[in-house]
């Protein structure tokens, strides 16, 4: 476990490299069940993927591991020359922040705060303070996901809303890596269809690396590798 220098963190995409991963979870004291077991995965800088299969699969544990949420049991998940195992708790925090842009599941809203605060909430964390510039980001992009006006408080948004707010706060840093766990999954066709232009625009854009779990045929059709997860495991790869 060490800390990490500065100069380790990337503007750019760079490829990320799995190696023998695996998860296991106790359940109430019992032995020990691995939900998740990859032997090996490759994937370059700036590539567009779709992370699929079935509940309960262990994608979300995927995405969370690639994000640097936790470590695998056992194994290395690098990005780049940064071995994302040997890093402390905070070490990986701080990396999050500056390098990923990350859509959960749940969105992570906080209800009291604004559309336009949720947004900006990086900020609050990292190190680049709440500048003009970024408010005003923030706003472009809450006009750009069609959202209702930027100071309403997140706890009366619609869930399809409050999804658009947690995709335009994954946007705020222009990140190099973007997770996204289901980002369209409580969208309308139209909608989700407008959404997932916005997220491959970004990516395209800033050439970065775009990771998103979803069973949406649409969205799946439109991102240029395919990988299943089928009870922890690796089933198939597109092309
Ligand atoms: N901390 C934990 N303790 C016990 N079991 C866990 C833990 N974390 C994950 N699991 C189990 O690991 C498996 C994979 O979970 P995960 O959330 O990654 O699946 P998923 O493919 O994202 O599912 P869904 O599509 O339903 O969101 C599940 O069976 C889950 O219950």
Do not use: C
């Not at 071995?83 to 992570?108: C, K, M």
């Not at 559309?115 to 005003?136: C, E, H, M, V, W």
């Not at 990516?203 to 395919?226: E, F, N, Y």
């Amino acid at each position: 476990m060490r800390p990490i220098a500065e100069s380790e963190f990337r503007e750019t995409a760079e490829p990320l490299a799995l190696r023998a991963v695996s998860v296991e979870v106790r359940q109430d004291g019992g032995a020990p069940l691995r939900v998740l077991d990859i032997p090996s995965l490759d994937i370059s800088a700036g590539a567009r993927v779709a992370l699929t299969g079935p509940s309960g699969a262990g994608k979300t544990t995927l995405l969370h591991l690639l994000a640097g949420i936790g470590r695998p049991t056992r194994g290395a998940i690098r990005w780049g020359g940064l071995d994302l195992a040997n890093l402390t708790e905070s070490a990986r925090d701080r990396w999050r922040r500056r390098e990923i842009g990350l859509v959960f599941q749940d969105f992570h809203l906080i209800p009291e705060l604004s559309i336009l605060d949720n947004i900006l909430l990086p900020l609050t964390f990292g190190s680049a303070g709440r500048s003009q510039n970024y408010s005003k980001r923030a706003v472009a992009l809450s006009e750009r996901m069609g959202l209702p006006d930027p100071r309403r408080r997140a706890a009366v948004l619609s869930r399809g809303e409050q999804q658009r707010v947690a995709i335009a706060r994954a946007l705020l840093q222009d990140p190099a890596i973007l997770l996204a766990d289901e980002p369209t999954a409580s969208l309308d066709a139209t909608t989700g269809d407008a959404l997932g232009t916005l997220l491959l625009d970004a990516a395209r854009q800033r050439g970065a690396t775009l990771i998103v779990v979803t069973h949406d045929p649409h969205l799946i059709a439109r991102l240029d590798t395919v990988l299943r997860i089928e009870a922890g495991k690796l089933m198939e790869t597109r092309p």
